[in-house]
Nanobody, 121 residues
Framework: QVQLVESGGGLVQAGDSLRLSCAASGLTFSNYAMGWFRQAPGKEREFVAASGRRTYYADSVKGRFTISRDNAKNTVYLQMNSLKPEDTAVYYC?????????????????WGQGTQVTVSS
C-alpha cells in the first residue's frame, strides 16, 4: 500500500532552519505531484508548497521555504529557513495527480501522518 512518511520536524528558535523529508513507497513517485500542507492548533489545514510541473508556494512562505524532490530516492523535501513562531504546525506531505489545483487539499490522494514543527520566539 502507499505510505508517505514525514521526518525532520522539531523544536527550533525563530530564525532557525529545518528540512523536512517525506519518503514515499507503494507508488510510482515520479508520476505524482507532491505537496506540503500544515495545520496549526485550532486552524484548518493550509497549503504550503507543491512540486508539480513547477513549484508553487503559499504567499506566507514564499522566499523562505523551498520544496524539492529526488525521484531516485522517492523523497520530497521542504527546506524551511527564517522560521517564525507562526510557522508552528503539524506538517503533512501529500501525493496527487499532476495538473490539479495544488493548493486544494482535496485534490491529493495520499497523505502522511505529519511531523510537528514548533518555532519558539
Amino acid at each position: 500500500q502507499v505510505q508517505l512518511v514525514e521526518s525532520g520536524g522539531g523544536l527550533v528558535q525563530a530564525g532557525d532552519s529545518l528540512r523536512l523529508s517525506c519518503a514515499a513507497s507503494g507508488l510510482t513517485f515520479s508520476n505524482y505531484a507532491m505537496g506540503w500542507f500544515r495545520q496549526a492548533p485550532g486552524k484548518e489545514r493550509e497549503f504550503v508548497a507543491a512540486s508539480g510541473r513547477r513549484t508553487y508556494y503559499a504567499d506566507s512562505v514564499k522566499g523562505r521555504f523551498t520544496i524539492s524532490r529526488d525521484n531516485a530516492k522517492n523523497t520530497v523535501y521542504l527546506q524551511m529557513n527564517s522560521l517564525k513562531p507562526e510557522d508552528t504546525a503539524v506538517y503533512y506531505c501529500a501525493a496527487g495527480s499532476y495538473g490539479q489545483r495544488y493548493s486544494r487539499s482535496s485534490n491529493y490522494d495520499y497523505w502522511g501522518q505529519g511531523t510537528q514543527v514548533t518555532v519558539s520566539s
